[in-house]
């Protein structure tokens, strides 16, 4: 590690008035600036030349980033587009900064053909030690699942009851066997429900 670095500064720019509303486009902008930021924070904290990740806003659901590094050394970030609309400021502050950590320790353990602990000490001593942030490891914003699987099939062990999704009911149509995970019988069909 180099020298101390002051805490984090997020540039008034980025950061959002709280009756102001912004168009996707320019939320994706605020977002990227804020992302090069932090790498650019991170750079000169380890001197390290970590790369500009490739940054995309297709990642849908609960997550709301993930950070990935290949072994070339290329990295990539995927956010949540939703999630950054809905919680742009915390967005900026915590998550940019916590998935920038995973790629700065991910980045440095490749070389050593290490494979760190998604939310280990390195990655904890990131969090504090660069960004001057308590290290949390979920976000709590509100979510709603990305989609509804509806489980239509009931079927029975000898100790419960059991509904299946139409996949795996597929599945056992055609000889595949499931057993029940308690009482390891066979699962059987009973009857097909209707919402």
């Known amino acids: 590690m180099s020298s101390r670095v002051a805490p984090a500064i997020i540039h008034a720019t980025l950061l959002t008035d709280m009756h102001t509303t912004y168009n996707p486009e320019k939320i994706m902008q605020i977002a990227e600036a804020a992302v090069r930021a932090a790498e650019h924070r991170a750079r000169l904290f380890y001197a390290i030349r970590l790369p500009e990740a490739v940054i995309d806003f297709s990642l849908r659901g609960r997550c709301a980033g993930q950070a990935r590094v290949e072994r070339s050394g290329k990295t990539f970030l995927r956010i949540n587009l939703k999630l950054l609309t809905e919680n742009l400021d915390d967005f900026l502050k915590q998550t940019i900064p916590h998935e920038v950590s995973h790629l700065v320790v991910n980045w440095q353990a490749r ?85």
């Not at 990655?123 to 030690?129: A, K």
């Not at 949390?136 to 699942?145: E, L, N």
């Not at 509806?150 to 055609?174: A, G, K, Q, V």
């Open 111 to 195: 070389k050593k053909r290490q494979r760190p602990r998604p939310h280990g000490p390195e990655w904890q001593d990131v969090m504090l030690d660069c960004y001057v942030l308590q290290p949390a490891r979920c976000h709590a914003y509100q979510t709603t699942p990305a989609r509804f699987v509806p489980r239509n099939f009931l079927y029975r062990c000898d100790c419960r009851e059991h509904r299946l999704t139409s996949i795996m009911h597929n599945r056992m149509s055609r000889r595949y066997k499931a057993l029940c995970k308690s009482c390891k019988t066979p699962l059987k069909f009973v009857i097909q429900l209707t919402r």
